[in-house]
C-alpha cells in the first residue's frame, strides 16, 4: 500500500549489542543473542534494527572506537554470526542498518598507529596533525565532548592530533580524498554484505577543514544547569563553523550519497546535531538534494526532559521545516540519555504509577510524527535508568570522568532483563555481566510481558499492526502544525486517501484517533 520508501516511515528497534542477549556466557552481549531474539522484535512490529557498533575495537568507548571496520569484535561473534543474523531478519521482513563511525576511530586503528610515526610516512596526512604553538600550547581552544582538550600530544610526531571524544578516538582528515575513498570501501562492503541503512554516527563532528583553524567564541547564553550542561567546559563554547559542522562535511554526505543510490532502496541515517538550538538548520543542511537521507534528531532528547509546550515546540519546528517529507528520525530514548520516562515523569507531572501509560503514550506520539522513528530497547517495556550502579562497576568513560555528580550513560545501558526466574534475568548465565542488572527491571521482565494482553508490549504491537493500515500514515509524510489545550498535543495526518485527528491527552494518558 506504501508509496513511501521504508525509511520514511519506519520504526526502528534501536539495539545496544553489549546489552541484548549473551549467547555464550561471556556476560557480553551478542550478534548470536541479538538472532535468538528477532521473533520477539518482529513479533513487536518494527520495520528495521538498528544495532550500534559490532565491529573490532578495543572497547574504549564500546565500540565507538573502531580499529577494523571490515570485522567483527570477537566478544560479539564473527562474520558467519552476522551472516545468520542478516538472513533471518529478512526472513522476518526486517530491515538491518549498522552503526558506521565515520569522523573517528580508535587509536588501534593500524592507520592511526602508522599516521602517528612520523610526518612523512603513508598514513600521515590521514588525520589532523598540528604544530604546537610558539608556547607550546594547542592550536586552539577547542574542548573535548568528554572533558579536556580536542587536542593530545604526540612526541614521536612532535605534533597534536584532533579528537572531538576521547583522546583515543583520533578523527579522521576529511579533507584527504583518500579518506573519502576508505569510507566508500566500508560503506560498499556492507552495502554487499546485505545491510540495508547506516546510522551514521556522529557526522557533524567530521573535520575536513585544514589548518590554521579557527578558536571556538564563548557561548553567549551558557548557564550552569541541568546535567551534563553544567559538568563540563565543552558547553561554554560556540562550536558551529569552528569545531562542528563545517561546511566541508557534506562532501562526506554526497558520497556517501552516491554510494548508496547505487544499491536498491538503501538509506543513510545521519546522527547531528548543533549549537543554540538550531539542530533544524543542521538537519536541513544534511538533507539537501543528494546528501542524506533524513537526520536522526535530538530534540526529544533534552537530558532533563521537556514540557508539553516545549514537545509543541519542537514538533511544530521540526514540521515548519520538514512537512511533506521523510528527511527526520524522531526518538524519546538512545543510548546517551537517561531513558523516556526517567527524564519525562517530572516535566509532564505524572504520577510515578502511571509511569507505563506515559510511556505507551509517548511511543505512540513519536510513531505517530513525519519521518522515522527509532525506539530504544527496553522503551517496548517501560524500563526506566538504573541509578544505583557504584562507580567501581561503571563503564562510561564520560560517566567516570565525572562522576562525583553525572552518572553518565550507563544508566540507561544496563543489560535487558528477559526472564526473571532466570540467572541475570536471562540476559546472560556468566557469574558478572559487564554492566550489573537492573533489579526494577525483573518485574517487566520482556517474555513475562509478552505474555500478558494488556502490557506496553503488546498494546505497541497491536498499535504498530492499526498503524500500517492507516494511509495517512503509510502514504505520505504531511501533518498539521499542534493544537490542543495545555495538557494535549493534537495534530492531523494527511494523505489523498486519508486525514486522520491524532489527540495524545496527557491528563489522561491515552491517544485517541479520528478519521475526518
Known amino acids: 500500500m506504501s508509496e513511501l520508501n521504508w525509511w ?5 528497534y534501536q539495539i545496544y549489542p553489549r546489552s541484548f542477549q549473551d549467547s555464550n556466557a561471556d556476560g557480553i552481549g551478542d550478534l548470536q543473542g541479538i538472532t535468538s531474539r528477532l521473533d520477539y522484535i518482529s513479533n513487536l512490529g518494527v520495520d528495521a534494527i538498528w544495532i550500534s557498533p559490532f565491529f573490532k575495537s578495543p572497547q574504549k568507548d564500546f565500540g565507538y572506537d573502531v580499529s577494523d571496520y571490515f570485522d567483527i569484535a570477537p566478544e560479539y561473534g564473527d562474520l558467519k554470526d552476522l551472516e545468520r543474523l542478516i538472513s533471518k531478519a529478512h526472513s522476518l521482513n526486517i530491515k538491518i542498518m549498522v552503526d558506521i563511525v565515520a569522523a573517528h576511530c580508535s587509536d588501534q586503528h593500524p592507520y592511526f598507529q602508522e599516521s602517528r610515526q612520523s610526518k612523512d610516512n603513508a598514513k600521515a596526512d590521514w588525520f589532523h596533525w598540528v604544530d604546537a604553538m610558539p608556547d607550546g600550547t594547542a592550536p586552539t ?5 568528554f572533558g579536556g582538550y580536542a587536542w593530545s600530544w604526540e612526541p614521536r610526531r612532535q605534533q597534536y592530533y584532533l579528537h572531538n571524544f576521547l583522546a583515543s578516538q583520533p578523527n579522521f582528515n576529511f579533507s584527504n580524498p583518500k579518506v573519502l575513498d576508505y569510507f566508500e570501501e566500508i560503506a560498499r562492503f556492507w552495502f554487499d554484505f546485505g545491510v540495508d541503512g547506516f546510522r551514521l554516527d556522529a557526522v557533524h563532528t567530521i573535520n575536513a ?29 560556540l562550536h558551529d563553523s569552528a569545531q562542528l559542522n563545517q561546511p566541508s562535511i557534506q562532501e562526506f554526505s554526497s558520497r556517501m550519497r552516491q554510494v548508496a543510490d547505487s544499491y536498491d532502496d538503501r538509506f543513510l541515517l545521519g546522527e547531528v546535531d548543533g549549537d543554540n538550538d538550531d539542530a533544524m ?9 543528494n546528501r542524506l537521507h533524513a537526520t536522526y534528531n535530538f530534540d526529544l532528547l533534552e537530558w532533563e526532559g521537556l514540557t508539553i509546550q516545549e514537545m509543541k515546540d519542537v514538533i511544530d519546528n521540526a514540521v515548519s521545516t520538514f512537512n511533506g517529507t521523510g528527511k527526520l528520525c524522531f526518538a524519546f530514548s538512545n543510548h546517551d540519555v537517561p531513558r523516556s520516562i526517567s527524564r519525562q515523569i517530572a516535566p509532564l507531572n505524572v504520577k510515578r504509577e502511571d509511569s507505563k501509560d506515559l510511556q505507551l503514550l509517548l511511543l505512540k506520539l513519536e510513531s505517530c510524527l513525519i519521518g522515522s522513528t527509532c525506539i530504544y530497547q527496553g522503551e517496548e517495556l517501560a524500563f526506566e535508568d538504573v541509578t544505583d550502579i557504584p562507580l567501581e562497576k561503571m563503564q562510561d568513560p564520560w560517566g567516570i570522568e565525572f562522576a562525583a555528580t553525572f552518572p553518565g550513560r550507563d544508566t540507561c545501558r544496563t543489560p535487558m532483563v528477559w526472564d526473571a526466574s532466570a540467572p541475570n534475568g536471562g540476559f546472560s548465565d556468566a557469574n558478572q555481566t559487564w554492566l550489573p542488572i537492573g533489579k526494577q527491571h525483573f518485574k517487566q521482565a520482556a517474555l513475562g510481558e509478552v505474555k500478558k494482553p494488556d502490557s506496553i508490549y503488546n498494546s505497541f504491537s497491536e498499535f504498530l499492526e492499526w498503524r ?3 494511509p495517512a500514515f503509510m502514504q505520505a509524510n504531511t501533518m498539521t502544525k499542534l493544537s490542543g489545550s495545555d495538557r494535549q498535543i493534537i495534530f ?5 486517501q486519508q486525514t486522520l485527528r491524532c489527540c495524545f491527552d496527557f491528563d489522561t494518558l491515552t491517544a485517541s484517533f479520528e478519521e475526518i
Not at 492531523?492 to 489523498?496: F, N, V
Request: proline residues 12%; aromatic residues 12%.
Open 141 to 145: 581552544n577547542w574542548l573535548s565532548f
Open 468 to 470: 500500517k493500515s492507516q
Open 281 to 289: 538548520k543542521v538537519s536541513e543542511t544534511f538533507t539537501q538534494s
Open 209 to 237: 577543514d585544514k589548518p590554521p583553524f579557527k578558536n571556538n567564541l564563548a557561548n553567549p547564553e551558557f548557564s550552569p544547569g541541568p546535567l551534563p550542561l553544567d559538568q563540563q567546559p565543552f558547553f561554554r563554547q
Open 492 to 496: 492531523d495526518r494527511i494523505s489523498e
Open 8 to 12: 520514511e516511515s519506519a520504526i526502528i
